[in-house]
């Protein structure tokens, strides 16, 4: 639902697609998106492997009167739980990298409602919010239309304790989730705030959590430089100019860091 997000639609396409995974990446997006752009390479990339949907935005009514906008829209993500053409999605939010191969997720909802990593924040987030919290940009569901309409129905009454889709999908979802191991998502942030529990090696995605490696330093607070994570930037980047020496590489921006590598 981010209009710059479209790199880190590309990139993730990217990364999937280096894993030779047999599913096709759907992208949901919203009116706020120009999606013409994101369109035009769809068309470009092989055929089968990248699907669009365009899905109507969900107001987030726990936003605060001195919150930022980065939550006014992540709501839509609930929408993947109305495409009932599929019988099992693996969601991915936008900023993350695939680094191996997802696709034995597909198998991991039999006994359960909701899959997810768990939520690996810092001290005082951890301390606010239960233990067996999960991450809700890494997700295995099964979508269907009853269970999208209940939570529609609890939206914006359940308590969400980050005042968007994550509470609230912990809420809702109570004990009928699963936490999946915290090792297989590498988060950005822990290279610089926990450096023991990064570790690529063993890694199935790495996450962008918070700055975005496709911003600026001059793009104000959502930049890449407010946090020292030059080995997650890196890889960023080796992903990058992979992706530019393909044939679709030409619709890859270019970026403050290709000429500032960590």
Sequence with gaps: S?????????????????????????????DEVDARALLAFARRVPGGTLETARVAAIANPYLRANSTNRYANVAA???????????????????????RSL????????NASLVGCPDARGRKAAAAAPRANINSGLLVLRPDAAVFERMMRAWGTTASYDHADQGFLNAFFGDAKVALPASW????????????????SCSLCLHFGGEKPWRSPQE????????????????????????????????LPPFYWDDHPP
């Design 2 to 30: 981010g209009g710059d997000f479209l790199p880190g639609v590309q990139l993730l396409w990217y990364s999937l697609h280096r894993t030779s995974t047999a599913f096709p990446l759907l992208v949901m997006y919203t």
């Design 77 to 99: 993500k609930l929408r993947v739980w109305q495409q009932r053409r599929y019988g099992v999605a693996v969601y991915i939010d936008a900023d993350f990298l695939v680094l």
């Design 103 to 110: 696709d034995f997720l597909f198998e991991a909802v039999p």
């Design 185 to 200: 998502v590498a988060m950005r942030r822990a290279e610089s705030t926990d450096p023991g529990a990064f570790n690529l």
């Design 220 to 251: 104000g607070p959502g930049g890449f430089e407010r946090f020292h994570t030059p080995r997650s930037l890196g890889v960023f980047l080796s992903f990058a100019r992979d992706f530019r020496r393909e044939p679709w590489g030409d619709t």
